[in-house]
């Protein structure tokens, strides 16, 4: 093994297992030890600490560093329009949805790391009903507290929108200048659909009102184990209209869950009507 700066044992890694999880849930497989270390080893030097041991008692009395060591093992890789064919079957659920109903849509990006999800929601409602207006409100809600500022912000590097069209970056972006030159902002019009918070999807409750029209909670699952991830699906299952959809990702599986969800399409799925099977 190489040379290390701090010594870490496998007590360390097994106390910092059994805190994540116990706290939101996350399973840290042993494949994850060597990126465990990387990153908590941040924070061991940022607070001038020598030792794991020291840097983990420290969390149980500072809720300040605890927060730091929260958003360290949180993994934040997304793009705008990620898994490209859940859009059109969004902008498709939402029109019908609202010529239905006739109510303001209610849509909640469970996971929405920096921001990319949520605004790629927006994006897309704001082409179904031609308005920059559309009747619309999203919830963005991330464990990690720095990627929902980031992300209320709007602010990204151009590389982040190499891949849209050209007219879409133009309707939906402003180009920084200046200080801000390389970077783009999205537009306040878009920003303005959307309310961000800090939320625990393993916390004791949701300051949450149903129902949404459709949940996104895409690749999130896959960082729990099977029962949590059966708990989070029965607490999502009452929050979703009944002709609501639940988005997830492309390497999650609800097979576990039959009795709360059916797959509607490609990792869309549809919640199952209370007392049928």
């Known amino acids: 093994m190489r040379d290390r700066e701090f010594d870490f044992r496998d007590a360390d890694f097994e106390r910092i297992r059994r805190m994540i999880y116990e706290y939101a849930g996350i399973s840290l497989n042993p494949g994850k030890r060597d990126m465990v270390y990387s990153r908590v080893a941040r924070r061991l ?32 890789l997304t793009s ?37 999800e949520p605004y790629s929601i927006a994006m897309t409602l704001i082409d179904t009903f031609g308005s920059w207006t559309p009747p619309v409100k999203i919830l963005a809600t991330d464990l990690d507290t720095q990627v929902v500022r980031h992300a209320a912000e709007g602010i990204y590097p151009m590389e982040r929108i190499e891949k849209m069209p050209r007219e879409d970056v133009k309707r939906f972006f402003l180009r920084g200048r200046g200080g801000r030159e390389g970077m783009v902002r999205v537009r306040s019009q878009v920003r303005d659909l959307i309310s961000f918070q800090s939320l625990n999807l393993l916390g004791p409750s949701w300051p949450l009102k149903e129902p949404f029209d459709a949940i996104f909670c895409r690749n999130v699952l896959i960082y729990f184990d099977k029962p949590t991830q059966y708990k989070l699906l029965s607490r999502f299952h009452p929050l979703l209209h009944p002709e609501g959809l639940l988005f997830v990702g492309h390497s999650e599986s609800l097979a576990h869950a039959a009795d709360l969800f059916r797959l509607q399409g490609k990792t869309v799925c549809v919640p199952v009507a209370r007392g049928r099977p």
Request: with cysteine; charged share 25%.
């Open 45 to 76: 030097r940022q607070a001038g600490l020598n030792s794991f041991d020291a840097y983990l008692d420290r969390l149980e009395v500072d809720g300040e560093e605890w927060q730091h060591f929260v958003n360290s093992l949180t993994t934040n």
């Open 80 to 116: 705008f329009f990620r898994e490209a064919h859940h859009f059109p079957v969004l902008s498709e659920h939402a029109g019908h949805m609202h010529g239905r109903h006739r109510r303001t849509l209610k849509i909640w990006s469970a996971g929405c790391s920096t921001g990319e």
